[in-house]
């Protein structure tokens, strides 16, 4: 997948301006609305339907080939198997919908992803399976901010938005399944 070309990155102040719509978030029940399998760094495939493994994590997605440094024996970190990311943060981010998947997690879903509304330990049933929200922070990278721009890592790097998990949150299958684009994400 090629990056689509972005007119511009936003700056703090037009982010911040975007809260309330983010805010707005579904709490209890939403949708899934992308799914992104990277099968090779920096690759991207954007699917219509993906089975979640829990040995796995997304099949065909290279979680666990990476590996983590996090990890002694560099292995595949479970708490961080699949990322989630609010679809309104990502649309306020990327500007265009094509530009998502660029954020490199792996199911993007409309759902109020905040430390109030799915602490660690939550689950999330999205379409066949489930997932459990980790506590290990999900934070922005490098690439992330080389497509969104330094006041999106600043965004979703303050307070507020690590309180509001605006750079989303990492889980790992709890119940193996197939997910669909449109597949209703609901806390259980």
Not at 33 to 48: A, F, G, N, Y
Request: proline share 6%; glycine share 10%.
């Amino acid at each position: 997948m090629t990056a689509p070309v972005h007119p511009r990155h936003l700056v703090l102040s037009e982010l911040e301006a975007g809260l309330p719509a983010i805010r707005l978030a579904p709490q209890d029940r939403g949708t899934l609305e992308l799914i992104v399998r990277r099968p090779r760094p920096l690759e991207r495939e954007v699917l219509d339907e993906g089975q979640l493994d829990l040995v796995q994590g997304l099949v065909g997605d290279s979680w666990r080939a990476r590996g983590s440094s996090r990890m002694l024996d560099g292995a595949a970190d479970p708490e961080t198997q699949i990322t989630l990311i609010s679809a309104r943060v990502i649309d306020l981010l990327a500007g265009s919908r094509d530009r998502w998947a660029l954020a490199g997690d792996q199911l993007y879903i409309d759902l109020d992803l905040g430390g109030d509304n799915v602490p660690p330990g939550t689950r999330l049933a999205i379409g066949g399976a489930t997932v459990e929200v980790t506590a290990r922070p999900h934070t922005g990278c490098k690439q992330f901010a080389e497509r969104f721009g330094l006041d999106a890592v600043r965004f979703v790097s303050t307070p507020l938005g690590r309180q509001s998990n605006l750079r989303g949150v990492n889980t790992r299958v709890v119940v193996a399944g197939t997910v669909r684009r449109g597949d209703i994400v609901r806390k259980v």
